[in-house]
């Protein structure tokens, strides 16, 4: 007999009410009393579990009811609708085959764990409801991501992870190598010989792939990338990871109003399609993690973000008469606390931020005519603060000259990046969503840790 | 006016005949008489150019025939049907506006360039025809990919790129330090002293996401990964980069049948997806790269792929008589020729190896009753060999315990895979296909090199 996924039967039970069908999966909870018993069953194809109603003919029955949790079965019986039960339907067993017994020291035993003890077990962790909530979301929010692009004709590019240069400018690397470490080479001079390194120089994994985007972009017009990227940053905090995804769309032709309208458009999208695709798992965030998230997500989906320049911000937060912990001048990167009192208190809904002081911003933007601020746009959402950042891209050759060396950068480490200047240079801009952020926001999680499979944070690269 | 993207007008041109539209792109030729002149402009959007006419009453006519080739140009115009043309329409200028104008000296001029020479200008080279047309299939097979999984119920995983692991078996690794490897810190035993490291162990880049996507279909049932993965091999083959990506699916209660079920849909998808997405391409790769392309992916889209036990197929290549390279005897491992033999001069379609002697493969594919040979399956193609390699992973924690101990390996380096298998196990199955080996052969492009767009290979991690 064919296996039937349990989504399906969820999907359209109707059609199954009296039929037989074959199942597989993991117990998830079993019960019994002397005559007969239930199995809660989990087929890893559905966020919700089956309920399977076992009787004493069955001829392994004794065995069953002391089947330890997790011991994967298969089920064949027939589909009972039960329109008055919490669950809409049951299977009653009529041959019950025991796949792999489980152990009776199971770790994720029914109880609630913590999300820190959980950590430590991240191999099973996907197994109880949360992590299976959170990374079926996951999933849903990436293929939204590339359905979103796909539809607008954007073209999806793999920038490189490892790179030869170290001017990318946005973060500590980590450096790579397959020289002997025992026995570091060196040149005459007594500098690292990394002319016998594997790529015979330096290289280290990327921070951004947004250099490289763009010059996919000035041939394909709209890119994007969505891959891992990579800080070494000794920064033990609940936001930030070593290692993470991120979503670079770069657009040729395009200001800093256009990567505004397509940001607006990527973040409802993908919230919209993970409502509509996930909608059990979204109710056991919004029941079990922040009663608010419905709440907060349709405020996001439904709102017209505000816009609005640095400088306005700054008026408006010196005005507030608000005790902020890092005082607000104009000039200063705005923190998190100013963020969230922008977006939270002051529009109560997602705004960007426009047109910052170029000290602080990076030296790729394009500068205004103010000759002050560059066209860079943050969009900050309440309870997070900023999750994208982007700008208008600097295309004038000579203006971009010479904010590198401004910066004190080398303009020869930048000879590709400025013959995309040379050659047809357009108008152009772009952004980066950090993916695990937008996740962290979609599902309440506020722990970066608890998004990803395995994470990679300071000190720990467990499993 | 609104931008129309040249995409649309080729696909609607019906709809737009005698409209006035603006589009803006690059010139990618441009040649002109006394009076008038014809620009070739592609926009990024579409591999196709659309062709403008330009006449002496524009005010910049002078111009507009002096710009160099690459220069990028908003032009207002009035679509005109062309049916007796080589292209289906063109546009009648109203008016030009030079947005960048590019150097005389843009590399890529109209003369045909050799593929080496165009890895020199990686990135320019995406506004070549060649590049255009590959990267445009890259991104369609990409979401072609993601498509298929997504209509299967398959959750989308990232595993970690960063491995603690040096225990994933499957190739050569690239440490990754924060270490300063001018002073490497040592340990009182005069070790690296790793504990010093980011994160406090020594840690390198994956060679394959499959342990960790194990630890998912067991959770999940039915996932995939779609990511970068790192081999430091100091291969420098046409067929073997150090950076590239693989998708690694993993099936719970799925055999080594049901990987060949899915591994063979998931090609046909691939191919049909694209040759129905990306005609104008394919029809380029048809005509200037391989004048069999055609012929040879129908023959894959339409044949059902073989399947074969290798003891047959060692059985076959010695009663061939055909001379090869290497001898075959049962034991061995199949080299290219072997694999090109069957499948282009016995099988003439794809075909599925299956049941390899143990000791030439992995230690976590499934042991057959036989206690000789290992349910797996590798899938050969004709012209290229082997494009995907899979199996039943071994579920029997008895079992998989010896083999590690038989394979040299250390139980402990594995507990959590191990545990996998204490708790809950049951058969499972899964495969790896390379991207960049699939996207070779759709396109009969010949060299990894040039299906990336910042290749990195032995002595190479340019731009």
Not at 193 to 208: A, C, I, M, R, Y
Not at 385 to 413: A, P
Request: glycine share 6%; proline share 3%; hydrophobic share 40%.
């Amino acid at each position: 007999m064919e296996i039937t996924l349990i989504k399906k039967l969820y999907r359209e039970s109707e059609n199954f009410n009296g039929k037989d069908v074959k199942i597989s999966g993991w117990v998830r909870t079993l019960r019994d009393s002397k005559t007969f018993g239930f199995i809660e069953l989990n087929d890893g194809s559905f966020f919700k579990n089956i309920q399977i109603v076992f009787e004493e003919n069955l001829e392994n029955f004794k065995d069953i009811t002391k089947l330890p949790i997790c011991t994967s079965l298969s089920v064949e019986g027939t589909i009972v609708l039960t329109p008055e039960s919490k669950q809409p339907f049951e299977i009653k067993a009529k041959k019950i085959t025991i796949e792999g017994k489980s152990s009776s020291d199971y770790p994720l035993q029914k109880k609630r764990h913590t999300l820190e003890y959980l950590r430590t077990i991240a191999h099973l962790r996907p197994r109880s409801n949360m992590f299976s909530a959170v990374f079926r979301v996951r999933s849903l929010a990436a293929y939204a991501v590339h359905k979103f692009f796909n539809e607008k004709g954007f073209v999806y590019v793999n920038t490189p992870i490892i790179t030869g240069s170290d001017c990318e400018g946005a973060g500590e690397m980590f450096r790579l190598t397959t020289l002997d470490m025992n026995n570091v080479p060196k040149d005459k001079d007594g500098k690292i010989d990394f002319s016998q390194d594997f790529f015979g120089k330096e290289t280290n994994l990327t921070v951004s792939g947004q250099l490289s985007a763009e010059t996919l972009a000035l041939a394909f017009r709209n890119v994007y990338t969505f891959g891992p990227t990579f800080r070494a940053e000794n920064s033990n905090t609940a936001r930030h990871a070593a290692e993470f995804w991120m979503i670079e769309p770069e657009m040729a032709f395009a200001e800093l109003k256009d990567y505004m309208d397509v940001a607006e458009d990527l973040v409802k999208y993908i919230i919209n399609y993970v409502l509509e695709n996930a909608p059990e798992e979204m109710e056991f965030f919004n029941s079990f993690v922040d009663k608010e998230l419905f709440a907060k997500l349709d405020n996001v989906a439904n709102s017209n973000f505000g816009r609005i320049c640095y400088t306005e911000a700054v008026d408006i937060l010196i005005k507030s008469g608000e005790k902020f912990q890092y005082p607000v001048e104009w000039g200063i990167d705005l923190q998190t606390e100013h963020e969230r009192y922008l977006t939270e208190n002051v529009f109560k809904k997602p705004i960007f931020v426009t047109d910052y002081p170029k000290d602080i911003k990076a030296f790729y933007m394009r500068l205004n005519d103010d000759g002050k601020t560059v066209a860079a746009a943050d969009l900050l959402v309440p309870g997070v603060g900023e999750i994208i950042g982007g700008s208008q891209r600097e295309e004038r050759l000579n203006v971009l000259e010479e904010r590198i060396e401004q910066m004190g950068l080398k303009k020869e480490d930048y000879w590709w990046y400025l013959e995309l200047r040379k050659y047809g240079e357009t108008k152009h801009s772009g952004f980066g969503l950090g993916f695990e952020r937008i996740l962290m926001y979609m599902t309440g999680v506020s722990n970066i840790r608890d998004v990803i499979p395995f994470p990679r944070t300071t000190g720990s690269a467990d499993f």
